[in-house]
């Protein structure tokens, strides 16, 4: 995947002026000169302020255009709300039988908003009012009170079921439609796994996905050119950003199947990517070594960037947890990034206490791998190095707020190995380890390679515990303790969905 540049935009404010105006120019009650809220506004905008240096100054986009591009005809708006209000697709069919001749044109470019408020420096709440102003409440989804399956099944299914009725206005918005996430990776996946149940349902097209970096990481967001994080106190920024979302060319991005197998009785505190399924079995071309219990357990979930094993993941779990206990910590991508490497050093990967068996420390002892290679159906056997304490299986280029553990390797090193060069939509994973945290760290800053092990086309992961009783694991930026058993394995087991996910490419 060729690189795109981050994007970023300049303030535009005078600097004799330190009045906060409102985001898109409308003076409303609750601005800062009417609240008394300035000092507040304006302590977001000096964390904002970090995120300045590239090239979108004097763009301007006229508020009317852009509503006409993306803004529903009222009567499919409040169809679509009552459907979600009343989990029932069928729900909003009166508002077509009572538009009384009203004749309604689909926009170029109809548009719903998912925001999620918890994400990165928790923004959310901001945003969520700035774009309603520009929108509509209806087509602007707080993830806290509408979760994306909902609006697939209800708010996208009564469009649907109004242009099966003949409703061609309806049929033109459904085949327009397309999504914006407001969040960070773990938010995007949640939204893009929510919309590739059409594709099962035959429920086509899929509508395509742009993003607007809140999270704390954003490398989906940086793979597709819509940069690293988002400028908040610049009233141009929303507008050029739905401005992009509406024109910007489509790009493919693999997704990846993770089903996890434990044995029954095995409590997990897992994240929304994960759901619980009945469905599951492993493949039957590698043959389990050992017994499996009677019962299991049994979750699947779908990943676009990344799956991690180890300390990198346990590191996460714990980061995870303090943001939810302190959430004042989390006051923006800077302030989580120096809190999160503060965190690691506490954690044991850079100075580890003595052990028994310094051996033990490596995941060698807890985890065996198996891969199918590229244009290969018979699994392998992967040793795992015995320094390495984490495993990465990777999708992008992009990792750990957009840096490139994989690198940039040469042709002759990609023959020697038998890699083909890293593409995000190549029906391949990369697997790197990373050893104790200095490895980390110069891995982090691009100094060095990470620790290369393998590409594949599936893996098979298998962890039993001995020593140790929980293993640490995280899929795109949702970390959750994995609770091991001495007596039988749990399973990982990682294959491509066979459709891929269509994204807005923001460059």
Not at 301 to 327: C, I, T, W
Request: net charge neutral.
């Amino acid at each position: 995947m060729r690189k795109f540049k981050q994007s970023c935009f300049l303030p535009e404010l005078n600097p004799d002026d330190q009045t906060v105006r409102p985001l898109f120019g409308e003076e409303r009650m609750d601005s800062p000169s009417s609240t008394g809220d300035t000092t507040r506004i304006a302590s977001r905008s000096s964390v904002i302020d970090s995120f300045r240096g590239c090239g979108l100054t004097g763009l301007r986009i006229d508020k009317e255009e852009l509503k006409r591009k993306i803004l529903m005809p009222q009567y499919l708006r409040f169809a679509m709300r009552d459907s979600i209000r009343l989990k029932d697709p069928t729900a909003g069919e009166n508002r077509f039988h009572d538009k009384s001749g009203e004749t309604a044109v689909a926009p170029e470019a109809p548009m719903v908003i998912f925001i999620n408020p918890r994400s990165g420096g928790r923004h959310g709440p901001m945003l969520k009012e700035r774009l309603q102003l520009l929108m509509s409440e209806e087509q602007v989804f707080d993830l806290s009170d509408v979760k994306p399956h909902e609006f697939v099944r209800y708010g996208l299914g009564c469009i649907e079921k109004l242009a099966d009725q003949g409703d061609s206005c309806a049929k033109e918005t459904r085949e327009r439609m397309r999504v914006m996430v407001a969040g960070g990776d773990g938010t995007v996946g949640w939204v893009l796994g929510s919309l590739g149940e059409l594709n099962k349902l035959g429920r086509v097209p899929v509508p395509p996905v742009g993003i607007i970096p809140l999270g704390t990481g954003n490398d989906l967001s940086r793979s597709f050119g819509w940069g690293g994080s988002f400028p908040f106190a610049w009233k141009s920024a929303i507008k050029r950003s739905l401005d992009r979302a509406c024109t910007g060319p489509l790009g493919r991005l693999d997704s990846w199947r993770i089903l996890l197998s434990m044995p029954a009785g095995t409590t997990v505190d897992n994240p929304h990517s994960l759901s619980i399924t009945e469905d599951y079995a492993l493949d039957e071309g590698l043959e389990i070594e050992g017994e499996l219990p009677e019962k299991q357990t049994c979750y699947e979930g779908v990943f676009y960037n990344y799956f991690s094993v180890g300390m990198d993941a346990q590191v996460a779990y714990g980061f995870h947890h303090l943001r939810n206990e302190k959430p004042y910590l989390a006051q923006g991508p800077i302030a989580n990034k120096i809190i999160y490497s503060g965190y690691t050093c506490t954690q044991g990967w850079f100075f580890t206490p003595c052990s028994s068996d310094p051996s033990l420390r490596g995941l060698r002892n807890i985890l065996r791998m198996h891969v199918k290679k590229v244009n290969c159906s018979e699994w392998e056997q992967v040793p795992v190095p015995s320094s390495v304490r984490a495993i990465v299986v990777l999708n992008l280029h992009n990792y750990g707020s957009g840096r490139n553990p994989w690198g940039n390797l040469k042709p002759e090193y990609l023959e020697k190995r038998g890699f083909v060069e890293a593409h995000a939509d190549d029906g391949l994973l990369e697997i790197f380890g990373l050893k104790q945290g200095w490895h980390a760290s110069f891995v982090m800053v691009e100094l060095i390679s990470a620790k290369h092990i393998a590409q594949a086309a599936a893996i098979r992961l298998e962890v039993r515990g001995g020593e140790w009783k929980d293993a640490y694991m995280q899929m795109d930026g949702e970390p959750w303790k994995q609770p091991m058993s001495k007596d039988f394995s749990t399973f990982v087991e990682i294959t491509r969905v066979p459709f891929q996910s269509l994204m807005i490419n923001g460059d």
